[in-house]
């Protein structure tokens, strides 16, 4: 079920990637502890990075099988590139009826702020998600920050959590909405997310045809909140391709370090899996 989540306000920036230098990222890996998402999700297929305590992992998943329902298929090529088909669901589907941008496959991520113990609950840090929507050689990334943030739908839990139990902020109105979210990042420790690019295609990025080859480029980082407030050090970071029909060529790594910043009042849906597998 689609449901708005936010308008976030930003002003258009140039900044660099900086990976941080001991990262280690693995590949086809399962998430800590579950998948708490929806239901029937499988764990399996991230790209994972874990350090400082944190960890954090992105893959793609094929959203719309011939039968137009989701698969816990992954296509991950064990590189941190995952493969899918280009076009539009088999018999016909849109998350938007105004925007009908549905690919079929998702992305997905998961932000453990605590997966071996040693670090904190998950409104401790600051984040960073980004979203390519280039399919050529370029970068074009929308970004920003998923968890501090009014409000979201994610499954929300701790390393305890059940597979498919996460729980997802609810209240009578949007503002005791709010107020469970931020109950929820503040005692836990776990946030995850199944997303379709056609959530954030608008505005200065209503650019997403998912009929086209090409590759698109996503990555998602945790820092440690300074004290001036804002991001600090960084201290994990992951990055994955998706690669659409034949794709397109890799982008050098100097090109992947700018990407735009532009989310003048950038409004995105996201939909209660509880009600439906994602």
């Known amino acids: 079920m689609l449901r708005t989540l936010i308008s976030i306000a930003a002003t258009a920036a140039v900044l660099g990637i900086v990976t941080p230098a001991n990262a280690v990222v693995e590949f086809d890996e399962d998430v800590t ?9 499988g764990n399996g297929g991230f790209t994972t990075d874990r350090q400082n305590g944190i960890e954090l992992g992105m ?12 698969q816990n298929i992954f296509n991950s090529n064990n590189d941190g590139t995952y493969s ?18 549905t690919p079929i496959w998702n992305f997905e991520w998961s932000i453990n702020s605590s997966f071996d113990g040693t670090g904190a609950n ?20 929308q970004e920003f920050d998923p968890i501090n943030i009014p409000v979201a739908d994610h499954s929300i839990g701790t390393n305890a959590t059940a597979e498919s139990a996460g729980a997802e902020a609810d ?58 407030g804002g991001p600090g050090q960084s201290l994990a970071r992951v990055d994955i ?23 003048l009042g950038l409004g995105f849906a996201g939909y209660r899996r509880r009600r439906q597998t994602s």
């Open 59 to 70: 893959r793609g998943k094929l959203r719309f099988d011939a039968g137009n329902q989701p």
């Open 33 to 41: 502890n579950n998948v708490i998402m929806g239901s029937g999700i």
């Open 171 to 228: 209240g009578v109105d949007a503002v005791a909405e709010a107020a469970d979210y931020v109950l929820l990042i503040a005692n836990n420790n776990l946030a995850q997310n199944s997303w379709s690019m056609e959530f954030f295609n608008n505005g200065a990025f209503d650019i997403f045809d998912p009929e086209v080859d090409g590759t698109y480029d996503f990555f998602l980082e945790a820092f440690e909140r300074s004290a001036a």
């Open 84 to 101: 899918f088909a280009a076009g539009l669901p088999p018999t016909g589907f849109s998350f938007d009826p105004n925007s009908p941008t």
């Open 241 to 263: 391709q998706i690669i659409v029909g034949a794709g397109a060529q890799v982008p050098e790594p100097a090109a992947l370090s700018l990407f735009a910043v532009g989310l």
């Open 122 to 141: 998950l409104d401790q840090f600051d984040y960073r998600i980004g979203m390519d929507f280039d399919p050529g050689v370029g970068t074009n990334f």
